[in-house]
């Protein structure tokens, strides 16, 4: 069993004991990264609460033989994509997805995903295309989220004049 799998199933009992999911767990170059959620969304609280319980778990079992970070957050709007669980539950939402250059695929696919299966990702194209990408063949892959593309008038502005005061810069008047 790897250390992620023993750190893994050491901390699914107590994030659920908060009434947390694991989303995913990472370990890169000392920092052990925890993305929680819960339906609904998740708060700054609650992840503080899962922060020092997860930490006081992780003392008592003390998988590693150095010093380590831990972060505990959500996955966040634009979250990384790594399992066939996480494009199971992204079903109806926008990915970008980089595959591997070997994989004989176009590089970079943008799409909504229409199905996930434990081999592959199925995702619409905006040009209404249906691409079947293997696992296998994806580098990486994020959700992503349409930040207003709307540009929105404040008030402010939207009464013509109102309120408008204009100043000049630099120029002295005689």
Sequence with gaps: ?????????????VVAS????LYDLEMNRGILRISLTK???INLDELAQANNAIGAKLDGLDPFSSRYTLEVSSPGL???????EHFAQAQGETVKIRTIESSGMERR????????SQ???TIETPSGDRI???FDSIERARTTFAWGSEK????????????????SVGRKSS
Excluded: Q
């Design 18 to 21: 908060l009434g947390l999911d």
């Design 132 to 134: 079947d990408v293997p």
């Design 152 to 167: 929105k008038v404040s008030p402010s502005k939207a009464k013509v004049g109102a309120g408008r005061r204009e100043k």
């Design 1 to 13: 069993m790897s250390k992620t799998d023993t750190i893994h199933d050491a901390i699914v009992p």
């Design 119 to 121: 081999a592959s990702v």
């Design 78 to 84: 634009e979250r990384k994509l790594r399992t066939p």
């Design 39 to 41: 339906r609904g969304g």
């Design 109 to 116: 696919l943008d799409g909504l995903v229409v199905d996930a």
